[in-house]
């Protein structure tokens, strides 16, 4: 949860989303019912429209305005959810690097739109409309600019070459409900809003074809910038190093959403020098040095400022406030709210940011937007803060809820805590609902506020010597080790020259 001043993202209930659960519908749906008559509409004259990359005619429900307004409205939830790097230098790079490849790109007038997502799973996607994120975890693990452009530039391929319009597409089509708690309840999972439909985009797998498309067009978009085109390929070789699982903060990997095509090293090698032989002279720069500058203090890993769990506690060390965590459930902790999930993900916790201004004002509107049936309403100070509490029953189309809600007033903001399951589970959750939501308090404990992300410090090697040998003076542990050599895409034996600059991890 980021501690944020002014509120970008609105989760459920407050805001847009409540007034959608008046109509029963999820945003994702309605607009994928407006986007369908439209098509429906228009389908007479533009089923088929030519695809920019292949200049071939397909078939396509989603218009590029249709695609623009999509890509702004899951570029908001994205950003929300995910929160971009405070970092204005290094997104500011990013962009440059990124409208290079654009220029050069099959839709050089399309307004591309590049950020850094500040999340520690390694990952690089596009949305549909010119949307296209890095993670701050994929950039610790680059290792020079031409790396970073052929990332980039297969990202910008999928976008050109309307990829992610086209699964948009088939999963609207479908009506494929793919969600952020992978097996959750879908009622418990729906009520909370996590099934976001704009979201779900990014769990979709593109085709090995799409793939292998984008790979070319990385190499060719990379290569027509002035970057050698084959360190797209260092960086595939990387991540298969890393074999990440998926991310803790929801997001899902690199590998998890890149169907991985067999040959895909040896393609990109072969696409590059194929390029390189057809325009004889080219420059085809690497940049590492510039690169690993430009990562110097870069956070890497979880960042605790943003809230962790320590024992069975969760504290955030920004908003300065805690709460116990009942043994078992899992903690997801994204930039708009803390989900708490039960083991058999069939109740749910979470604690957001309200956007009225006391806990009576937040507490109507939610009992409105979802027209919950009050059972009981008390104001009390709770650890010193005042704060309405509601026991409450609701239905939704998938069944009933019932369940407990704080609104909490803290500082200047109303912070709302809720927790719920179907109502035929609710005795046996309510005891360990209540806990949590009646254990949030200040947090003082200046050892759990003063915590610091790790980042990555750039070091200049002194001599010739081996990694391991480079690595010794720093005692880093052997996993550490491990870590390094993959991020510097070296073995731990490998002989590092003098004066070569190389990443390591420090608090
Ligand atoms: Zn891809």
Known sequence: MKNRNKKIYSSWPAGGQAHNQKSG???????????????LLIIASLSCAVNPVTQKREFMLLSPSDELSLGQQTNTEIIGMYGVYQDAALNEYISTVGQKLVSVSHQPDLPFNFQIMDSPVVNAFAVPGGYVYVTRGILAYLNDEAELAGTMGHEIG????????????????????LSIGAAMSKTVQKFAGLAEAGLNVLFL?????????????????????????????????????????????????WLSTHPNPPNRIEAVKKAAADWKAANPGAVAAV??????????????????????????????????????????????????????????????MILTLASEKTPDEAAQVFVDSNKASVLSSELKTVNGFETRKLKFALKTEE???????????????????????????????????????????????QTKINVKPERIKIIKADRTDSLANILKPYSFNADKQKQIAIM?????????????LLKIITK
């Open 205 to 253: 797998s593109f085709s090995r074809d799409h793939e292998r498309q984008a790979d070319d067009l990385g190499v060719l978009y990379s290569s027509k910038a002035g970057y050698e085109g084959d360190h797209l390929a260092n960086m595939f070789v990387t991540l298969e190093k890393l074999n990440p699982s998926s991310g803790k903060d929801g997001l899902p990997t």
């Open 25 to 39: 519908r999820h945003p994702g749906q309605r607009l994928a019912l407006a986007c369908f008559l439209g098509a």
């Open 488 to 500: 510097n895409a070296m073995e731990l034996s490998d002989k590092v020259g003098a004066g070569t």
């Open 399 to 445: 069944g009933n809820l019932a369940g407990l809600a704080n609104f909490i007033k803290k500082d200047d903001r109303v912070m709302m805590f809720l927790g719920y399951s179907l109502e035929s589970q609710f005795n046996s959750y309510s005891e360990a609902i209540s806990a949590t939501l009646n254990g949030f308090k200040a947090l003082a404990d």
């Open 158 to 177: 999928h976008v050109a070459a309307r990829h992610s319009a086209q699964l948009y597409t088939r999963a609207q089509a479908a009506q494929i409900g």
């Open 287 to 348: 940049n590492r040095d510039q690169y690993l500058r430009k990562l110097d203090g870069l956070v890497f890993g979880d960042d605790p400022r943003q809230g962790y769990v320590d024992g069975q506690v969760f504290y955030h060390p920004g908003l300065k406030f805690q709460f116990p965590v009942p043994a078992g459930w899992k903690v997801n902790n994204t930039a708009s709210q803390v989900q708490i999930i039960s083991a058999k993900e069939d109740a749910a």
